[in-house]
């Protein structure tokens, strides 16, 4: 096959229908290094299929139930404040069998993958105010730490602003923001914001698209930013705006795409990191829409996708993004984004 | 393991030493979505890993366990984990530990586990992993000078674990090797800002100005040195305006009529904070204008917004932006 062809001049619909559902069907080998996070890998596929207005390819009770055993359950109340966090694996193979009682004692349950697993419950359709939502924000407190941040799992792991952003999106998706201290989180976003004015993982890092997303979606998800701050000229207490603006503005490169850090190649996935951070700011006019719709076009596989680099074969994480890169560019046949969630606008589906 | 080695790896199932451990299938359950379609050798590997997970079984062949099935699924938090508790468990050598990881790291070192790792084996050896947290860093930089996590690691090191004596050469070697290495670029920030053993920001900010200044000089279309310029007065905005070198070193870059979007950017900044511009800039600037587009009797701001919106027109409607908002900034 000639992997040179571009697949189409346009946004190719069919085509990646056709792809998604083959994954939703099953994944090839190459996806059993990232079995841990499954339910990601059911998040892109399914969150997928609503962008592309073809939810009726799913089996929406199938996937609410199937979603719903990776939940983790205190088995009292004593154990909500053992340091444990009771949300949802990520994987069979963080979630262990039940013991000879039905006790489930392994909790391998994750931040990324509750954001994974709440965001598929709204999007199938599934009431969220049925699940156990208080087991999950009180045992979230545990999570975050002295300076702000989230670490993901109680066991240890490393503590950034991924997590800041998973713990951020679980608080929205439930209502509820007893689960975590904003004021703290504001402070701990605030920290990270790098002499240039983008964003690094934790404070000291260099700024980076993904970091840079996971801020300002946060802060926008807890009210701590003006909405659309550029188009009303106001500033913000946290973070410095418009040198901000100025760095994020300055990751269009020549080809049309996006770069993630300066001077790096662009790739398709910053397309919806730094996208969607401009359109929270309200500064989405800033770029050349038209030269990135060119770049994202090249991204395309004609296998259905897209690949981060022009010219590659596509895998899910950046066919997602490419989605969604392309529904902030209001592509018609895609739905629109609720663009701090990640996902489709909910209300616009009509759930 | 590289393929040679796979088609020797003998299952499991067909190990003496394994001989009395029943393997635990996973339960997916029904309608699983998303199935994987598991390789054999993945899937036994995870059978043996839940069994001695489930029986708690903490023992030097469950340690080697680990090693296989991290090596299907790096990402894999739980089977880490486990490794852990085994290694403290065992009492084992955390040197060896290290090594292990710097093996494991060659091929597969873009994962937030291997890192984690890494981080918690060198937190127990304390302030003697120094040494050899830097050099594994540095051996990881030099097969990827930006490479996000080993930056990520070597900065905890320095904070938690100490070495920044030989930090700010570090920077100076890998910017000799790439002016355009960003991340080598935010490292000398970090230094200059957090090293006990430099003065601080103010104390390096003369040196630091003559730096990047040549840095800039040489490649003026690199956005890094730009950005570190401006981020040396990030408190300090009296000193960035009353700064001599920088308005000088903007009209050299503009007088070469070449790549100078930055330094426009820059004096349009220094303007918008009070900076009193010479005559020699205000002509270095006129020239570069498109003679006929714009009136001659607009402030400099303005005539910059200009020319960007020109030169840079990527950015066409931020700099038009940028120009609406003098008037209210009274630039």
């Given at each position: 096959?000639?992997?040179?062809?571009?697949?189409?001049?346009?946004?190719?619909?069919?085509?990646?229908?056709?792809?998604?559902?083959?994954?939703?069907?099953?994944?090839?080998?190459?996806?059993?290094?990232?079995?841990?996070?499954?339910?990601?890998?059911?998040?892109?596929?399914?969150?997928?299929?609503?962008?592309?207005?073809?939810?009726?390819?799913?089996?929406?009770?199938?996937?609410?139930?199937?979603?719903?055993?990776?939940?983790?359950?205190?088995?009292?109340?004593?154990?909500?404040?053992?340091?444990?966090?009771?949300?949802?694996?990520?994987?069979?193979?963080?979630?262990?069998?039940?013991?000879?009682?039905?006790?489930?004692?392994?909790?391998?349950?994750?931040?990324?993958?509750?954001?994974?697993?709440?965001?598929?419950?709204?999007?199938?359709?599934?009431?969220?105010?049925?699940?156990?939502?208080?087991?999950?924000?009180?045992?979230?407190?545990?999570?975050?730490?002295?300076?702000?941040?989230?670490?993901?799992?109680?066991?240890?792991?490393?503590?950034?602003?991924?997590?800041?952003?998973?713990?951020?999106?679980?608080?929205?998706?439930?209502?509820?923001?007893?689960?975590?201290?904003?004021?703290?989180?504001?402070?701990?976003?605030?920290?990270?914001?790098?002499?240039?004015?983008?964003?690094?993982?934790?404070?000291?890092?260099?700024?980076?698209?993904?970091?840079?997303?996971?801020?300002?979606?946060?802060?926008?998800?807890?009210?701590?930013?003006?909405?659309?701050?550029?188009?009303?000229?106001?500033?913000?207490?946290?973070?410095?705006?418009?040198?901000?603006?100025?760095?994020?503005?300055?990751?269009?490169?020549?080809?049309?795409?996006?770069?993630?850090?300066?001077?790096?190649?662009?790739?398709?996935?910053?397309?919806?990191?730094?996208?969607?951070?401009?359109?929270?700011?309200?500064?989405?006019?800033?770029?050349?829409?038209?030269?990135?719709?060119?770049?994202?076009?090249?991204?395309?596989?004609?296998?259905?996708?897209?690949?981060?680099?022009?010219?590659?074969?596509?895998?899910?994480?950046?066919?997602?993004?490419?989605?969604?890169?392309?529904?902030?560019?209001?592509?018609?046949?895609?739905?629109?984004?609720?663009?701090?969630?990640?996902?489709?606008?909910?209300?616009?589906?009509?759930? | 393991?590289?393929?040679?080695?796979?088609?020797?790896?003998?299952?499991?199932?067909?190990?003496?030493e394994w001989?009395?451990v029943?393997?635990?299938?996973?339960?997916?359950?029904?309608?699983?979505?998303?199935?994987?379609?598991?390789?054999?050798?993945?899937?036994?590997?995870?059978?043996y890993f839940?069994a001695v997970y489930?029986s708690d079984e903490r023992s030097p062949r469950s340690l080697r366990l680990t090693a296989e099935a991290i090596?299907?699924?790096?990402?894999?938090?739980?089977v880490w984990h486990f490794r852990r508790l085994i290694l403290e468990a065992l009492n084992c050598s955390l040197h060896d530990e290290l090594d292990y990881i710097?093996?494991?790291?060659?091929?597969?070192?873009?994962?937030?586990?291997?890192?984690?790792h890494?981080?918690w084996v060198?937190?127990k050896l304390?302030?003697?992993?120094?040494?050899?947290?830097?050099?594994?860093?540095?051996?990881?930089?030099?097969?990827?000078?930006?490479?996000?996590?080993?930056?990520?690691?070597?900065?905890?090191?320095?904070?938690?674990?100490?070495?920044?004596?030989?930090?700010?050469?570090?920077?100076?070697?890998?910017?000799?090797?790439?002016?355009?290495?960003?991340?080598?670029?935010?490292?000398?920030?970090?230094?200059?800002?957090?090293?006990?053993?430099?003065?601080?920001?103010?104390?390096?900010?003369?040196?630091?100005?003559?730096?990047?200044?040549?840095?800039?000089?040489?490649?003026?279309?690199?956005?890094?040195?730009?950005?570190?310029?401006?981020?040396?007065?990030?408190?300090?905005?009296?000193?960035?305006?009353?700064?001599?070198?920088?308005?000088?070193?903007?009209?050299?870059?503009?007088?070469?009529?070449?790549?100078?979007?930055?330094?426009?950017?820059?004096?349009?900044?220094?303007?918008?904070?009070?900076?009193?511009?010479?005559?020699?800039?205000?002509?270095?600037?006129?020239?570069?204008?498109?003679?006929?587009?714009?009136?001659?009797?607009?402030?400099?701001?303005?005539?910059?917004?200009?020319?960007?919106?020109?030169?840079?027109?990527?950015?066409?409607?931020?700099?038009?932006?940028?120009?609406?908002?003098?008037?209210?900034?009274?630039?």
């Open positions: 096959m000639d992997s040179e062809r571009i697949s189409s001049n346009s946004f190719d619909r069919d085509r990646h229908i056709w792809f998604l559902s083959m994954m939703y069907q099953l994944l090839p080998a190459d996806y059993q290094s990232q079995e841990i996070n499954r339910l990601t890998l059911a998040y892109f596929v399914i969150s997928g299929l609503a962008l592309l207005d073809s939810l009726d390819l799913v089996d929406k009770k199938g996937v609410a139930s199937w979603v719903l055993s990776f939940q983790a359950h205190p088995r009292n109340r004593d154990e909500l404040n053992n340091g444990q966090f009771f949300g949802f694996h990520g994987s069979r193979t963080s979630q262990l069998p039940p013991d000879d009682n039905g006790v489930f004692v392994h909790n391998g349950s994750h931040l990324a993958s509750t954001y994974c697993a709440l965001s598929i419950l709204k999007i199938v359709g599934y009431d969220l105010s049925l699940i156990d939502s208080g087991s999950i924000l009180r045992s979230m407190k545990h999570l975050q730490q002295p300076d702000g941040s989230f670490m993901p799992i109680h066991i240890g792991a490393e503590r950034d602003l991924r997590f800041v952003y998973c713990a951020a999106a679980i608080c929205h998706l439930l209502g509820d923001w007893s689960g975590m201290d904003k004021q703290k989180v504001n402070e701990y976003i605030s920290n990270c914001q790098s002499y240039d004015g983008g964003f690094g993982l934790v404070p000291g890092s260099e700024s980076h698209g993904g970091a840079t997303y996971c801020a300002v979606a946060s802060l926008q998800l807890m009210g701590s930013i003006e909405d659309d701050i550029i188009s009303k000229d106001v500033q913000s207490s946290i973070i410095n705006v418009p040198l901000l603006l100025d760095w994020i503005l300055q990751r269009q490169v020549v080809d049309g795409g996006i770069q993630g850090r300066p001077n790096k190649p662009s790739d398709t996935c910053y397309a919806f990191w730094i996208g969607g951070v401009l359109k929270i700011l309200g500064a989405s006019k800033f770029i050349d829409e038209d030269a990135l719709h060119r770049f994202l076009l090249s991204c395309q596989s004609q296998y259905g996708g897209f690949s981060k680099f022009p010219r590659q074969l596509p895998d899910l994480y950046h066919s997602y993004y490419g989605f969604t890169a392309f529904s902030l560019l209001k592509e018609p046949q895609l739905r629109p984004i609720f663009v701090e969630l990640g996902i489709a606008d909910i209300a616009d589906i009509g759930i | 393991m590289d393929s040679d080695e796979e088609e020797q790896r003998i299952p499991l199932s067909q190990r003496p001989s009395d029943i393997p635990v299938q996973q339960d997916d359950g029904p309608n699983p979505v998303v199935p994987i379609a598991y390789k054999e050798d993945f899937r036994e590997t995870m059978d839940r489930i090596h299907f699924n790096p990402g894999n938090y739980t710097e093996r494991f790291a060659k091929s597969n070192s873009k994962n937030y586990q291997i890192w984690h890494r981080r060198a937190e304390g302030t003697d992993a120094a040494t050899k947290e830097l050099e594994f860093t540095k051996k990881i930089l030099s097969i990827d000078a930006k490479h996000y996590h080993a930056w990520s690691h070597r900065q905890w090191v320095l904070q938690a674990l100490g070495g920044w004596e030989g930090e700010l050469d570090y920077c100076q070697q890998l910017l000799e090797d790439d002016i355009f290495n960003n991340s080598a670029w935010n490292q000398r920030h970090f230094v200059i800002t957090r090293s006990p053993f430099l003065g601080g920001l103010e104390a390096m900010r003369e040196f630091e100005v003559s730096y990047t200044i040549k840095a800039i000089r040489a490649n003026p279309e690199n956005e890094s040195p730009w950005r570190y310029l401006r981020g040396l007065y990030q408190h300090d905005t009296e000193a960035l305006i009353s700064s001599l070198q920088i308005p000088s070193l903007c009209v050299e870059v503009l007088s070469a009529k070449n790549n100078f979007i930055f330094a426009l950017s820059l004096i349009l900044d220094l303007l918008c904070h009070g900076f009193n511009p010479s005559e020699e800039m205000k002509n270095a600037v006129q020239v570069l204008k498109n003679s006929d587009s714009q009136p001659s009797d607009l402030s400099l701001a303005d005539t910059i917004c200009g020319i960007l919106e020109s030169v840079d027109p990527m950015r066409k409607n931020y700099w038009a932006w940028r120009k609406q908002r003098l008037a209210a900034q009274g630039t």
